[in-house]
């Protein structure tokens, strides 16, 4: 038989059981909270003023890069964040590719070895490729430069 003490103590056990998931489940849901929120914050490049609309692919460019002591050789996949799609109908911009890859390509050639293989050096370049094009391509609408693939070989 049960008596009124065994049914207190489950019931304290179950109670605690439940306070402490309960802290459990809160404290988890502050903390994704407070997560979401700074890496928005922080999140450096993202203007929630200009989205991204599409995503240009582009074909991977292989190239020799400005090493005078041996022979380096890069290799960048890069897709571009556009502002409005190219398959809209009311969009009357063509993609032309020769310009895109050439404003790309002039940037990569006067990158260095010891540029490229760094967080700071790859983040600048995105900039550089950035700034080139929408210099070369405004109409386009470039508002972020995405590395799919990035190798460097010596």
């Known amino acids: 038989m049960s008596t009124p003490e065994s049914k207190n103590g489950k019931s304290s056990k179950t109670t605690v059981i439940l306070a402490v998931l309960v ?11 407070w997560l979401r929120h700074t890496s928005a914050e922080a999140a450096p490049g993202h203007s929630s003023s200009a989205p991204v609309a599409a995503v240009l ?4 460019f ?3 890069i400005d090493d005078p002591d041996q022979r380096t050789y890069l290799r960048v996949g890069i897709d571009l964040g556009l502002d409005r799609d190219l398959k809209d109908s009311k969009s009357n911009v063509v993609s ?5 890859r050439d404003a790309i390509l002039n940037v990569l050639m006067a990158a260095k070895p010891q540029d490229v293989t760094t967080v700071e050096g790859k983040r600048k370049l ?10 070369r391509l405004p109409e386009l609408g470039v508002r ?11």
Do not use: D, M, S
């Open 96 to 100: 032309p590719t020769a310009i895109l």
């Open 126 to 135: 995105k900039e550089q490729i950035l700034a080139a094009l929408k210099e």
């Open 62 to 64: 292989t190239l020799n």
């Open 23 to 33: 802290t459990l489940g809160l404290n988890a849901a502050v903390y994704f909270f």
């Open 57 to 60: 692919h582009l074909e991977t």
């Open 144 to 154: 972020e430069v995405y590395f799919t693939e990035f190798l460097v070989q010596r």
